[in-house]
């Protein structure tokens, strides 16, 4: 099964921390590199982190760099997303995606597909 579910998000204030889980299912989720995306109304899919199926190496755009942690637990079916110093202009919707095609780590969605629903994540000022 391919589902994908991210059960937290939620409001928190600038310079706050959220810490977002993904639920996956079984085999494939213990054997596909983990990504997480997030996306505002009108404008395209944003690449966050990825990590590899063994957790042995991650990816992180530029402005998440030294503040967003990307984690899984394979025996638990579980990934995270350590989000801190959050500021407002990242209020989105936060998904987790499988990565389905490609050997390396990659920030392109076009490497990605069986996403979840996404969770909201929104950051007062």
């Known amino acids: 099964q391919a589902q994908l579910v991210e059960p937290g998000g939620g409001l928190v204030q600038a310079g706050g921390s959220l810490r977002l889980p993904c639920a996956g299912s079984?085999?494939?989720?213990?054997?596909?590199?983990l990504g997480w995306f997030r996306q505002v109304p009108g404008k395209e899919r944003e690449f966050v982190a990825s990590i590899t199926w063994l957790g042995d190496r991650t990816l992180y755009a530029d402005p998440m760099k030294g503040r967003f942690t990307i984690s899984r637990d394979n025996a638990k079916g579980t990934g995270w997303l350590q989000m801190n110093n959050l500021v407002p202009e990242e209020t989105a919707v936060y998904s987790c995606e499988y990565q389905t095609s490609g050997l390396d780590l990659y920030t392109n969605p076009a490497y990605f597909g069986y996403w979840g629903q996404g969770t909201q994540v929104t950051i007062s000022s």
């Open positions: 079984g085999r494939m989720f213990s054997r596909h590199t």
